[in-house]
């Protein structure tokens, strides 16, 4: 088992910036993907951006890219998504996940790729 705890989220201006932070529980966390969704209201979870386990590879969503960058701290059990020059449309409850496959080279984009969530944060950019 694995337990998620995401932490950073928060109302910040248009432009403004903000870091998630995502805890994970378990000696296994250093060997294993892990994932940023968001889900908007009325909307599905979509994958924001996704790391290997040895954080040599990582992915991005379109809307995302050069304004967002993921990282982790095997070390602290612990991954980030760092979110700059944020707009109004990123607006959403993030969460974190895990995929249980020890290893895996690749990053799974969509939520079925993942194994263990966290229970979410809030990020609401304002105009």
């Known amino acids: 088992q694995v337990q998620l705890v995401e932490s950073g989220g928060g109302l910040v201006q248009a432009g403004g910036s903000l870091r998630l932070s995502c805890t994970a529980s378990?000696?296994?966390?250093?060997?294993?993907?892990m994932g940023w969704f968001r889900q908007a209201p009325g909307k599905e979870r979509d994958i924001v951006a996704a790391?290997?386990?040895?954080?040599?590879?990582?992915y991005y969503t379109d809307s995302v890219k050069g304004r967002f960058t993921i990282s982790r701290d095997n070390a602290k059990n612990t991954v980030y998504l760092q979110m700059n020059s944020l707009r109004r449309e990123d607006t959403a409850v993030y969460y974190c996940?895990?995929?249980?496959?020890?290893?895996?080279?690749?990053?799974?984009?969509?939520?079925?790729?993942?194994?263990?969530w966290g229970q979410g944060t809030q990020v609401t950019v304002s105009s």
């Open positions: 996940a895990c995929r249980s496959e020890d290893g895996a080279v690749v990053v799974p984009t969509t939520a079925r790729g993942y194994d263990y």
């Open positions: 378990g000696r296994t966390f250093s060997s294993r993907a």
């Open positions: 790391i290997t386990w040895s954080g040599g590879l990582t």
